[in-house]
């Protein structure tokens, strides 16, 4: 059986007002995976190109730059995958609060805000890939 990232964002939903820290930090990062398995189909039909051999960005950086410096002859497409490509690096800087800096808080808010920006990558992400 596989998934999809709808159902990480099913996961994240249920995840991200809980009491418990470790569930809203999870959450945030199954929200942000959503995002970021959006952005993988993204750059696959639409032929985006990874920032090249710029080995200081990791496979999510190097996706939200090639994503933010997309061109299209089809102007608004354009406009838009390059949208997306801000949202996706602000749900990974999100993301990358959830899980790496467990020392620092991590509220409903927080989590609330990194499954709101998902949500919005998937409602922009979904028209394109029609």
């Known amino acids: 059986m596989s998934i999809t990232p709808a159902d990480l964002i099913r996961v994240a939903r249920e995840q991200v007002g809980h009491q418990d820290e470790a569930y809203r930090r999870s959450g945030a990062s199954r929200a942000y995976y959503a995002a970021f398995h959006l952005g993988i189909a ?19 950086e190097r996706l939200s730059w090639a994503m933010e410096n997309f061109t299209s002859d089809v102007p608004d497409q354009g406009k838009r995958i390059r ?9 990974h800087r999100l993301r990358i609060r959830a899980d790496y800096y467990l020392t620092q808080a991590f509220s ?5 805000q990194t499954l709101s920006e998902v949500r919005q990558v998937e409602k922009l992400a979904s028209e394109l890939l029609k």
């Open 83 to 91: 949208t997306l490509g801000g949202k996706l690096r602000q749900c």
């Open 42 to 60: 993204l750059q696959t039909r639409f032929k985006i190109t990874n920032a090249g051999d710029n080995t200081r960005m990791g496979r999510h």
């Open 108 to 112: 409903v808010q927080d989590a609330m």
